[in-house]
Nanobody, 125 residues
Framework: QVRVVESGGGSVQAGDSLRLSCAVS????????MGWFRQAPGKEREFVSS????????DYADSVKGRFAISRDNAKFTAYLQLNNLRPEDTAVYYC??????????????????WGQGTQVTASS
């Protein structure tokens, strides 16, 4: 049983920063990719960022490029998402996901096998 748990969300002012964490437990994979997605009320879930575990290659949505940064700690099986210069339009529930068996970035949520429960990020103007 794989468990994915996000933490670090909160309510901040526009321009502030937050750091999200995603801890995976229960089973490890030799090859996988971790991704972050977000979903605002009334909108579809959208890709934010992903990182390949083996070589650390990253991918970002255009809307967050230059403001958000994804990283990983292999020893802890944990991924992080640093959110800088937050904007009101970044307000959403942020989800972490694990794509097993592939060290390949993907923006398609259907490519991911395990999901966390989400953490709320709210940026107020």
């Amino acid at each position: 049983q794989v468990r994915v748990v996000e933490s670090g969300g909160g309510s901040v002012q526009a321009g502030d920063s937050l750091r999200l964490s995603c801890a995976v437990s229960g089973r490890t994979f030799s090859t996988y990719t971790m991704g972050w997605f977000r979903q605002a009320p009334g909108k579809e879930r959208e890709f934010v960022s992903s990182i390949r575990w083996r070589d650390g290659v990253k991918d970002y949505a255009d809307s967050v490029k230059g403001r958000f940064a994804i990283s990983r700690d292999n020893a802890k099986f944990t991924a992080y998402l640093q959110l800088n210069n937050l904007r009101p339009e970044d307000t959403a529930v942020y989800y972490c996901a694990v794509r097993r068996g592939y060290s390949a970035n993907s923006r398609n949520p259907h490519d991911y096998d395990y999901w966390g429960q989400g953490t709320q990020v709210t940026a107020s103007s």
